[in-house]
């Protein structure tokens, strides 16, 4: 019986949202189990609303610093806790077993450090990736599917127009198409349908959301920019369906049940593509600049007639 558990995951919101399976599974496992989760700051509300987890603690803070030093000095709280807990599974690229030395020192319990990601190279999802440790504690077939049942979204508008959520940026200007491509799709699918479009953006997305926002009408145009990741994962969570790039903002999207159009580049899509009741692939190739509106509105077109 785990009474609690630890699990430690780095990385971008992507990668953050990845681990939502092993947390899940941890959950069915053992219901009263006390789950702690060390993740990036950005994710603590959304991981927290979900039910997934317990407790959170930003892996970003020095408090596991010392952990990755040979002789470096231990955080007292986290000894505490790590000494409290039957299972300790980090997610960390470890090659001279500092890590999981320090750990093993102060907890009584089990001690995992799997790799963080697959190898580019090879054809194993990044999920099955994360999930296999599990299997020496006897979960060798869980739910492969991020999931996330936010427990309320009271106070949101509700419309009798459905919504496309639309994400225009992603982490890397390589995996983004060009900002006049998405005005183009965008003005043709609001001339095509009588759906609503709620654009979804960062800090880094501020000149495109302004760029195009500017050119489409603005009685159907929502914009959801620099949100908290719980806040616009409220807002998604009641939009009809989702478009974006190779993007966390995208696996939240399938993680959040919306049917998921993503247009893909260069990356391996057999390890990071998002995974979901209906997700499909708008393959561009290492050049999106060179990926025509036409086709995408042709894979739109047939896209939108599965959800």
Request: hydrophobic share 45%.
């Amino acid at each position: 019986m785990i009474k609690r558990a630890v699990v430690i995951r780095t990385g971008a919101i992507g990668d953050c949202i990845l681990v939502a399976p092993v947390l899940a599974a941890i959950r069915k496992r053992w219901p009263k189990c006390w789950i702690d989760l060390f993740e990036p700051q950005r994710m603590a509300t959304l991981m927290l609303s979900s039910g997934l987890v317990d407790g959170f603690h930003d892996v970003q803070s020095r408090s596991l610093a010392g952990f990755y030093i040979e002789d470096g000095q231990l955080d007292s709280r986290c000894v505490d806790l790590f000494s409290r807990s039957e299972l300790v599974l980090a997610y960390a690229d470890d090659a001279d077993k500092v890590f999981e030395s320090h750990l093993k020192f102060c907890t009584r319990g089990k001690v995992i450090v799997a790799p963080p990601r697959p190898s580019e190279d090879g054809n194993i999802h990044c999920v099955d990736l994360l999930l296999s440790p599990l299997k020496e504690f006897g979960i060798p077939d869980a739910d492969r599917v991020p999931q996330f049942r936010l427990s309320s979204s009271v106070g949101l508008p509700l419309t009798k127009m459905r919504t496309l959520a639309a994400h225009l940026g992603s982490g890397s200007k390589k995996k983004n198409w060009p900002s006049e491509s998405w005005c183009q799709l965008l003005n043709w699918f609001l001339e095509h349908s009588d759906w609503k479009i709620l654009l979804v953006g960062g800090e880094s997305e501020d000149a495109a959301l302004r760029e195009i926002s500017v050119q489409l009408p603005t009685n159907r145009i929502e914009i959801a920019q620099e949100l908290p990741l719980d806040e616009l994962a409220r807002q998604m969570s009641v939009c009809d369906a989702f478009i974006g790039h190779d993007s966390g903002i995208t696996h939240l999207a399938a993680a959040l049940g919306l049917p998921v159009l993503a247009i893909w580049g260069a990356t391996n899509e057999s390890i990071w593509q998002p995974l979901g009741k209906s997700i499909r692939l708008v393959r561009g190739g290492a050049n999106l600049d060179k990926l025509s509106v036409e086709s995408v509105q042709a894979e739109l077109v047939e896209w939108m007639k599965t959800i």
